[in-house]
C-alpha cells in the first residue's frame, strides 16, 4: 500500500515538475529545466526512497525530452547534443539519491539505536528499583510490551519445573508455546519464530540464564509483522535477556541472603528461648522437688510451722510454673497464628472482674484501685485473651512495684476506642525501654532480678494487635509505669 | 469391698497413671469408694457395672472423645459428671458442659477445690427440690416469695433479673454455660446473643454485689459461663 502510494507520488512529482516548465519555457531555454527535474529528484530522494528517487530521474529524462526538447511532444531529439544533458542529468539524479539514501539509512540506525539505549535504560532503570522477585518480573514484562510493541510472557524456575511468573494481559495457557519455552531453557538457545527453532511458533523465546545458572524463559508475541524485524532486533532482544536475567539473579541472591539472616535471627532467638524455658522451668521445679525431697526423708526432724511454710512455697512455685507454661504455650499459639478471636460485646468492669479473680491469691495485701465510668461500659473483645492480658499487665505492675504500692486500673472509651490502663508505682523504665519490654524475652535489668518469663508482655501485644489494638508504655508523673492498652470499637457499643 | 457398699461411689476416667494415682490417694479418705478406667469404653462399662454416684472425666481419652463418652452415659444416666480439662480449652469445658457434663477443673488443681466440687455434685444429685432459701453470707434469695435481701434489706430485680438469679441459685455452685442460661430465660432463639445475658448479669451484680468489679456471689468462668456461690 505504503509502495503504490510512494510510486504515484513521483508520477506526482514529475508532472508538477512538467508543468512548472511549461510555466518557465517562455523565459528559460531548455536546458535549465534540467534544474527543475533535478529538484524533483533530491525531494523523491529524500520523502520517498532510493529506487522512486531513480525513477523520478528516469522519467524526468522521458518527459523533458517529450515536453520540451524540439521536436517537442516527440522523443525524437533533433539536436544530439541534448543526449549529453540527459546522460548528465540521470548521473547526478542517481548519484544524489544514493547520497541521501545513505545519509539517511545512516541517520534511521542512529535513531533506532538511540532508541534501543532508551529502551535498555528504561529497562534497566525499572530493574534497579524491583526489590523482589515479583516486581522484576512484572517490570520486564512491562518493558517488553513498550519497548517491543509485543506481549510478554516470563517463564522462571520453580523447583525443577519452569512456570509462568508473568505475563502480559490476554496471556492464556498455551502447552505447544509452552514446550518451545521448555527446548529453550534446556538448550538456553533462541527458539520460536524468527529463528530456525520451532520457527512455526507464535512466540519468540529467549533464555535468560546468568554465568551457567539458567534462570528461566522470557517468551515474546510481537503484535506487528516481526519477520523484516528480527535481524534489528536481536541485538536488543539480547541486551534485554542478559540485563533481565541479572536483575532476577540479584533479586534472587538477595532473597538468599535475607534467609540466610533470617535463619540466623531465629537461630538466636530460638537459643534465646531455650536459655530462658530452661531457666524459667528449672528455678520453679529446683524448689518443688527440694520440698518434697525434704518431706519425703522419714526422720523429719521440721516442725508443723516449718513443714507448712515449705509446702506453701512449693504450691506458689507449682503456680508459677503452670502460669509460665501457659505463657508459653500462648506465645506459641500466637506465633504459629493459631489464635482466633472469639468477639463478644463484654461488659468491661466483668472483664476486671475476671482479671482479679485469677490474680487474687497473688495480691496478697497490696490495694488495688478500679476506677472505672459509673454507666455500663461495653466493648467488642474476646474476654478469655483479654483476661489474659490484663491478668498479665496486673502481674507485671505486682511484679515491679513496691509490696505497700497500690495498683490502679481504669477503663473508659469513646465513639472509637475502648482505652484501659494499668498503673502501678514502681521505678519506671528507662525511655529507650519503653517500646523495648513488648518484645519476647525482653527483660529491664531490676536490682532484684525479678522472676519474670519476659513473654507476658510480648503476649500482651500480640493478644491486643490480634484485635486491631494497640499497646504503649508510659512513666508516670509522679514515679511508676503506666501500661495503655486501646481497643478499636466499631460504634458497636451499644446494645 | 462390702465395706464400701453404701459409700458413695466415684469412677475416675483418666488415662496418666500419675494421676490416677495421685486422684486416688487424695480421695482416699474413707469417705468414697473408689472405681477407676483407663480409657472412653472402660469407663462406659464402668459406669453400666459399678453404678458410680459421681464420675471424674478426663476429656483426652487414648480411644475416644470425652464429649462422646458425656453423649452415650447421658443416654441413660443423670450420674454428675465432672470434667478435669486443661486449662485454656474453653471450647472443650463449653461443649462437655453442653453436652450434658456437670462441672470442669480445670488441671492443675488442689484438691481442697475438687472435694468441694465433688461434695456439691452430689448434694445436688441427691436433693430433688431446690432449698426454698438461699442464703450465702449477706445474700438471701426466697424463691417461694420472690425475695431478694441484701445486707439486710430487699432489693427490687426486674423479672428478667429475678429469673436469671433464680436460675443460677437453683444450680449454685455449678458453672452454667451462657448458652444453658439463653435458652432457660429467653429460648432457643437468644443462645446467639449473648450481650443481652451480659448487660443483665452487670446489672444483677450492681444490685446485689458489695463491689462489682470483684463479684462475691456471681463469678464469671470467661469463655464458658457463670457460677453462683454454692451454700457451703
Given amino acids: ?495 | 469391698m462390702s465395706k464400701d457398699d453404701n459409700l458413695p461411689r466415684i469412677l475416675i476416667v483418666d488415662d496418666e497413671m500419675p494421676i490416677q494415682r495421685f486422684l486416688h490417694t487424695t480421695l482416699d479418705t474413707g469417705e468414697f469408694s473408689l472405681h477407676q478406667a483407663e480409657s472412653g469404653h472402660a469407663a462406659l462399662a464402668a459406669t453400666v457395672a459399678t453404678h458410680p454416684d459421681i464420675i471424674l472425666l478426663d476429656l483426652g481419652l487414648p480411644d475416644m472423645d470425652g464429649i462422646e463418652v458425656i453423649r452415650r452415659i447421658r443416654e441413660w444416666s443423670h450420674v454428675p459428671i465432672i470434667v478435669l480439662s486443661v486449662r485454656d480449652r474453653e471450647d472443650d469445658k463449653v461443649t462437655a458442659l453442653d453436652a450434658g457434663a456437670d462441672d470442669y477443673l480445670s488441671k492443675p488443681f488442689g484438691v481442697a477445690e475438687l472435694q468441694a466440687r465433688i461434695r456439691g455434685a452430689l448434694r445436688r444429685s441427691v436433693q430433688l427440690a431446690p432449698e426454698p432459701v438461699y442464703r450465702v453470707d449477706e445474700l438471701e434469695v426466697d424463691l417461694s416469695r420472690r425475695r431478694v435481701i441484701v445486707r439486710g434489706e430487699e432489693v427490687q430485680l426486674t423479672p428478667t433479673e429475678y429469673d436469671l438469679l433464680r436460675l443460677l441459685v437453683i444450680h449454685s455452685g455449678k458453672v452454667l454455660t451462657h448458652s444453658q442460661i439463653l435458652k432457660q430465660i429467653w429460648g432457643v432463639g437468644y443462645v446467639e446473643q449473648p450481650h443481652v445475658l451480659r448487660v443483665n448479669i452487670s446489672n444483677l451484680r450492681r444490685k446485689i454485689e458489695n463491689d462489682a468489679s470483684r463479684p462475691h456471689y456471681i463469678s464469671t468462668e470467661p469463655g464458658v459461663g457463670y457460677r453462683m456461690r454454692s451454700c457451703d
Fill in chain 1, 1 to 495: 500500500m505504503r509502495r503504490a502510494v510512494s510510486y504515484i507520488s513521483v508520477l506526482v512529482l514529475t508532472l508538477i515538475a512538467t508543468l512548472f516548465c511549461e510555466a518557465l519555457r517562455p523565459y528559460i531555454s531548455p536546458t535549465n529545466m534540467v534544474m527543475v527535474y533535478l529538484v524533483a529528484v533530491v525531494l523523491a530522494s529524500l520523502r520517498l526512497g532510493l529506487k522512486q528517487a531513480i525513477l523520478t530521474a528516469f522519467l524526468g529524462v522521458l518527459a523533458f525530452d517529450f515536453f520540451f526538447v524540439p521536436p517537442r511532444l516527440t522523443f525524437s531529439v533533433a539536436d544530439k547534443e541534448y543526449l549529453v544533458t540527459f546522460l548528465g542529468f540521470f548521473v547526478v539524479g542517481v548519484v544524489i539519491s544514493s547520497l541521501v539514501a545513505k545519509v539517511q539509512d545512516r541517520a534511521e540506525k542512529l535513531k533506532e539505536r538511540e532508541a534501543e539505549t532508551a529502551s535498555l535504560y528504561r529497562l534497566s532503570r525499572d530493574l534497579a528499583v524491583a526489590a523482589d522477585m515479583h516486581s522484576v518480573a512484572a517490570s520486564i514484562v512491562k518493558n517488553v510490551e513498550s519497548s517491543l510493541d509485543a506481549g510478554a510472557v516470563l517463564f522462571l524456575v520453580d523447583g525443577e519445573k519452569l512456570a509462568v511468573a508473568e505475563a502480559s494481559i490476554g496471556w492464556n495457557e498455551n502447552i505447544e508455546a509452552e514446550k518451545v519455552a521448555q527446548w529453550s531453557f534446556k538448550s538456553q538457545r533462541p527458539a520460536g519464530v524468527g529463528t530456525s527453532i520451532f520457527p512455526l511458533s507464535e512466540l519468540l523465546f529467549m533464555p535468560l540464564q546468568v554465568l551457567d545458572t539458567p534462570l528461566g524463559v522470557l517468551g515474546i508475541r510481537f503484535n506487528t509483522e516481526p519477520e523484516s524485524r528480527f535481524e534489528q532486533l536481536r541485538h536488543l532482544l539480547e541486551a534485554f535477556s542478559t540485563q533481565s536475567a541479572l536483575a532476577l539473579e540479584r533479586v534472587r541472591l538477595s532473597r538468599q541472603a535475607e534467609h540466610a539472616q533470617i535463619l540466623k535471627a531465629r537461630e538466636n532467638l530460638e537459643r534465646a528461648l531455650l536459655n530462658s524455658v530452661s531457666h524459667d522451668l528449672r528455678t520453679p521445679l529446683v524448689t518443688i522437688t527440694g520440698v518434697l525431697s525434704t518431706i519425703r526423708t522419714t526422720e523429719n526432724p521440721l516442725s508443723e510451722k516449718n513443714l507448712h511454710e515449705l509446702v506453701d512455697t512449693a504450691w506458689e512455685e507449682a503456680g508459677r510454673l503452670n502460669r509460665f507454661v501457659g505463657n508459653l504455650l500462648d506465645m506459641t499459639r500466637l506465633e504459629a497464628g493459631e489464635l482466633k478471636l472469639k468477639l463478644e460485646t463484654c461488659d468491661v468492669q466483668d472483664l476486671v472482674g475476671c482479671a482479679l479473680a485469677s490474680v487474687e491469691n497473688r495480691l496478697g495485701t497490696r490495694t488495688v484501685d478500679v476506677r472505672l465510668p459509673p454507666e455500663l461500659l461495653l466493648a467488642r473483645m474476646d474476654l478469655v485473651l483479654m483476661t489474659q492480658v490484663l491478668v498479665n499487665l496486673i502481674d507485671n505492675a505486682v511484679k515491679y512495684s513496691p509490696p505497700e504500692s497500690p495498683v490502679e486500673i481504669t477503663a473508659s472509651a469513646d465513639e472509637a476506642h475502648l482505652t484501659m490502663e494499668v498503673a502501678d508505682r514502681g521505678p519506671g523504665i528507662p525511655e529507650h525501654d519503653l517500646t523495648r519490654i513488648f518484645d519476647k524475652f525482653h527483660r529491664i535489668s531490676v536490682p532484684e532480678g525479678a522472676s519474670g518469663t519476659g513473654l507476658g508482655l510480648s503476649i500482651c501485644k500480640g493478644i491486643v494487635e490480634a484485635h486491631g489494638g494497640r499497646i504503649y508504655a508510659e512513666n508516670r508523673t509522679g514515679g511508676g509505669l503506666r501500661l495503655v492498652v486501646q481497643l478499636p470499637q466499631k460504634g458497636e457499643r451499644d446494645v
